[in-house]
C-alpha cells in the first residue's frame, strides 16, 4: 500500500546515512585510482541509497539489491545514478552538495528517465535531504523549481497504475500487476451475463485512481485470441498476429450502467486514433474490436469530461 496523502504538503524529507549507507558507496568505488571518480561514485551512491530508503517507506518496490556487484569502472566512465521502480521505470537520483543552488543533470543520461530527484548532503555526509524532482531534461534546474516531494509519490502512483502492458506476456500466462481475473471483480450471475467464454485470455482492471473520472469508477477488460488458434506460448512470439476486444463496463460495486458521455478510445503507437466509441444513457458496457501485430503498440484512453485514463500496450 502506498502512503500518500498527508495533512500537510512536505517539501524535503531528510533520511540518515547508516555505516550500512557509506560501506555501500565505499564499495562501489572500489579500485578506481582518480580521486574525482571516486567522490563522484561514492556521492551517486548516497543519493540513490536515500531515495532508495524513502521509496521503500512509502510502498514502492525498487531494484538495487545488485548495487554490490555493480561495475566500479563502467560507473566511473558516466556520471549514473540511477534506481529501477517496478512496474515504473528508472528515475535519476542526483547529489546536490551542501551550498549548490541547482539541481545539474549530465548529458548522458537527459533520457530514459521517469524523474530526476535531488538530494542534498550535509557537509558531513551523516543525512540526505531529498529536496524535490523534475521531469525536465535540463542541463540544471535552480532547486526552488523542483515539484515538492509529495508530488513524487502522486506522480510514480500514476505511471505504475498506467505502465505499458506486455501482451505476449499475458499469452505466457506472465500477468501485469494490478490486472484481475473477472472472478475478482465480477461475480457468478454477471459472469454469465456479461461475457463470452469465447476468447484465450480475458483480464480486467479497476480505474479508480483518485482524482480520476470525476469519481466514478469503471472496469477495463481486455479479451486476447491469437489469430491462429494453435499458436500458444513461444510460438506466438514468431508468427502471426492477435485479435483484441478492449471493453468498459461500469464497477459492479457501485453502478450497473456507465455515466452517459464515457469516451473509449484507440490510438496507434503514433497517437492517432484508430477508433473510439462514447457511451449512452443506461449503457452496460461500451467496446472497440481491434487486431494487432507483433511488436505493435496501442493506446487505450477513457475519458469523461475533463478527466481523462490512459493505459499503455504493446504486443
Known sequence: MKIMNFNHKQTSFTIPLSSKAHEKANQRRQRISNTEDGKKIYLNTLAVYAVNYYLDCMGFETNWSNADNS???????????????????????????????????????????????????????????IL??????????????????????????????????????????????????????FNPRELSFRFARNFNVTKCKKIDIGLHLNGKSVVLIVKLNPKNKEIVDEKYQNQGGIDIIVQVQPDPEKSVSLPPGLKLVVSDENGQEVDSVISRQHDNWVDIKLSAELNEEFCVEIILDESKVTQDFVV
Open 71 to 129: 561495475n566500479s569502472w563502467m560507473l566511473s566512465l558516466i556520471d549514473l545514478a540511477d534506481l529501477e521502480i517496478k512496474n515504473i521505470g528508472k528515475i535519476e537520483c542526483r547529489p546536490v552538495l551542501p551550498d549548490a543552488e541547482y539541481l545539474e543533470i549530465p548529458t548522458e543520461i537527459r533520457t530514459d528517465r521517469t524523474a530526476y530527484v535531488a538530494v542534498q548532503f550535509n557537509h558531513a555526509l551523516r543525512s540526505a535531504k
Open 132 to 185: 524535490g524532482f523534475t521531469t525536465q531534461q535540463l542541463a540544471k534546474i535552480h532547486l526552488s523549481q523542483l515539484q515538492p516531494i509529495d508530488d513524487l509519490l502522486d506522480y510514480l502512483t500514476v505511471k505504475e497504475a498506467t505502465a505499458k502492458v506486455n501482451i505476449r506476456e499475458w499469452m505466457k500466462g506472465v500477468f501485469t500487476e494490478g490486472w484481475l481475473n473477472l472472478e475478482e471483480i
